[in-house]
């Protein structure tokens, strides 16, 4: 067993009054953080936290956030419940996050059995992820749960301007369509939209489907929620959604490739749900949807940026090669409209 993890035992004994509590696994998922699964007869637990390895000073803030944002949305957005905290006094060492345990999946590229020939299961499954991003938007950024989240006023303009100098100060390739468009986007900004909780990194992958129907069980990994415009998230949510991709192979062509299948429903469909339930316009949308393309090439660029330096040497890093460049390509097209 995991050391860390087996410090959390009498925690559990503690705090949810488990007899025997066992460590079972630990779990992909999350940015930064790691995940692990606990067992106690028929009763289960996910506890996140983040590595004591790491060297940042702020790394306790995600888990902080994640805690926050959690207890802001139970029973209006599905997520899992929390189940406790853990200060940095607990057996472990440093803070962490007990939640209840979802029995569900994460879908990439392949639907579970029971309903991976059932006609519609990824039109439902997509129009269930809108839903959920429907719901989160629903929580309005002035709700006390949310004070002190984050800063939503002039939100898009703060992170065009964050990843430009991060772009411009550590570069290891010629990509020209990164400062163009990114400038395009700096001189194009919509007129600011009202702020909402906004989860930051929501695409179906951070999802848990059922693994009997094509139904959404749980939205996970909150770590990047804050306060802001979101019409990021929605770009973000339908970027890689469906066969209507600018780029052959699309970029990250395995993530929502359950949606590439002809005839599946399209972004511009879910947008028009997201825009009935939310009752915002879709006006900006194609501003958006580059800005989404644009903002993840400026972003997972600094992992390319390590493999080139000898710093990582991954799959996902060597692939970024192609992944940045297409994902440019793909902003350029939807600035223009064409997604």
């Known amino acids: 067993?995991?050391?860390?993890?087996?410090?959390?035992?009498?925690?559990?004994?503690?705090?949810?009054?488990?007899?025997?509590?066992?460590?079972?696994?630990?779990?992909?998922?999350?940015?930064?953080?790691?995940?692990?699964?606990?067992?106690?007869?028929?009763q289960a637990c996910v506890v996140r936290t983040f590595p004591a390895e790491t060297i940042s000073p702020t790394a306790h803030r995600g888990?902080?956030?994640?805690?926050?944002?959690?207890?802001?949305?139970?029973?209006?957005?599905?997520?899992?419940?929390?189940?406790?905290?853990?200060?940095?006094?607990?057996?472990?060492?440093?803070?962490?996050?007990?939640?209840?345990?979802?029995?569900?999946?994460?879908i990439t590229d392949t639907l579970p059995d029971a309903y991976a020939d059932l006609p519609g299961a990824a039109d439902k499954l997509g129009m269930e992820m809108v839903d959920q991003l429907a719901a989160i938007h629903g929580i309005e950024a002035t709700e006390p749960a949310l004070?002190?989240?984050?800063?939503?006023?002039?939100f898009l303009q703060r992170q065009l301007d964050r990843w430009l100098k991060v772009r411009?100060?550590?570069?290891?390739?010629?990509?020209?369509?990164?400062?163009?468009?990114?400038?395009?986007?700096?001189?194009?900004?919509?007129?600011?939209?009202?702020a909402s909780l906004i989860?930051?990194?929501y695409h179906l992958d951070n999802t848990l489907a059922s693994r009997h129907k094509p139904e959404i069980l749980a939205v996970i990994d909150w770590e990047l929620s804050t306060v802001g415009d979101p019409y990021t998230d929605?770009?973000?949510?339908?970027?890689l959604w469906g066969d209507s991709r600018a780029a052959s192979p699309p970029a990250f062509e395995h993530l929502q490739s359950i949606s590439r299948v002809p005839g599946t429903i399209s972004r511009r469909d879910l947008a028009q749900r997201w825009s009935a339930k939310t009752g915002r316009s879709i006006d900006h949308l194609d501003y958006y949807m580059a800005f989404a393309f644009w903002r993840l090439a400026a972003?997972?660029?600094g992992a390319y940026c390590l493999y080139v330096d000898g710093k990582v040497d991954t799959e996902y890093a060597r692939k970024l090669e192609y992944n940045v460049p297409a994902l440019l390509k793909e902003a350029e097209q939807a600035a223009q409209g064409n997604w």
């Open 199 to 201: 989860h930051g990194d």
């Open 63 to 106: 888990i902080e956030r994640e805690f926050k944002v959690l207890k802001a949305v139970e029973g209006r957005v599905r997520a899992p419940r929390v189940l406790g905290w853990g200060g940095a006094e607990s057996g472990l060492g440093r803070p962490f996050l007990c939640l209840e345990c979802i029995d569900g999946v994460a």
């Open 168 to 194: 411009r100060d550590t570069g290891v390739r010629e990509l020209p369509a990164l400062f163009e468009l990114g400038d395009w986007l700096h001189s194009n900004i919509p007129p600011e939209a009202p």
């Open 299 to 301: 972003i997972v660029e």
């Open 147 to 154: 004070e002190g989240l984050g800063r939503p006023e002039n």
């Open 234 to 239: 929605l770009g973000l949510a339908l970027m």
């Open 1 to 42: 067993m995991d050391t860390d993890a087996e410090n959390i035992l009498p925690w559990l004994r503690e705090n949810l009054g488990w007899e025997a509590p066992q460590f079972t696994a630990a779990l992909a998922g999350g940015n930064s953080n790691i995940t692990w699964r606990f067992d106690s007869d028929d």
